[in-house]
């Protein structure tokens, strides 16, 4: 079966500090893999998207980037983290895009405050 | 943005069905109907899709219109552990691929 990790759980940073989420999927191969963010009380914002090693997409421009170093791992960082980073941060992956369908499956999650 | 609208929150009494609504009015005939939840602190969990025939599997059953333009999202028997953010879905089209985008969803509320 497959499952999906996050670490850490909880973080707190400084502004201006450097940032590095790491998420890594078990089980399948070749996944979608997703970052989200979460603000308090607000919905699921997509961060990037990325369908296979070294390809991410973004459309929502700010201080954070993403990579795929390997097929199976997406990594979410940020040189110098601003106060409105905070927030929850959710990995997810879903089937390659071979099918018609997308679900998608997410990680235990981030809690991130940057203070 | 999310091309659904569901009520911001609805409660249901422990033991009776909860019926979620969703409207969906400018679905396409080849996208998809998703519903996720997500518990407090946890990540969204995957719940049932369906495309225009009604679905059901062990965790609720998906009543799609037959215009397509709503669906509702029923928890048969609902139990307090069934207290989450219920969203609905649909794909939409972001740099040529499908991905679904999450709106604020429905607060389900299950009372003793």
């Known amino acids: 079966s497959q499952t999906i990790h996050q670490w850490p759980a909880t973080l707190v940073q400084p502004v201006g500090s450097p940032l590095s989420l790491e998420c890594t999927v078990e089980?399948?191969?070749?996944?979608?893999l997703y970052w989200y963010r979460q603000a308090a009380g607000r919905g699921l914002q997509l961060l990037f998207y990325?369908?296979?090693?070294?390809?991410i997409s973004s459309e929502v421009p700010q201080n954070l980037s993403a990579s795929r170093p390997q097929d199976r791992q997406f990594i979410l960082s940020s040189k110098k983290l601003l106060l409105s980073d905070s927030g929850f941060y959710l990995c997810?992956?879903?089937?390659?895009?071979?099918?018609?369908?997308?679900?998608?499956?997410f990680g235990p999650g981030t809690r991130l405050t940057v203070t | 943005d999310a091309k659904t609208t569901q009520p911001p929150s609805m409660d249901c009494a422990e033991g009776r069905a909860a019926n979620l609504p969703c409207n969906h009015s400018?679905?396409?005939?080849?996208?998809?109907v998703y519903w996720y939840r997500q518990i407090h602190s946890q990540g969204p969990q995957y719940i049932i899709h369906?495309?225009?025939n009604n679905e059901t599997n062990e965790m609720a059953s998906l009543i799609i219109t037959e215009d397509r333009k709503s669906s509702t999202l029923i928890l048969p028997h609902a139990t307090l552990r069934d207290t989450a953010v219920y969203y609905c879905?649909?794909?939409?089209?972001?740099?040529?691929?499908?991905?679904?985008?999450f709106g604020r969803g429905t607060s389900l509320i299950v009372h003793p």
């Open positions: 997810a992956w879903s089937p390659p895009t071979s099918g018609a369908t997308y679900e998608q499956y």
């Open positions: 089980g399948t191969s070749n996944p979608n």
């Open positions: 990325s369908v296979g090693i070294g390809q």
């Open positions: 400018t679905i396409s005939g080849n996208e998809y």
């Open positions: 369906g495309l225009k």
């Open positions: 879905i649909v794909r939409v089209a972001w740099g040529g691929s499908y991905i679904p985008t």
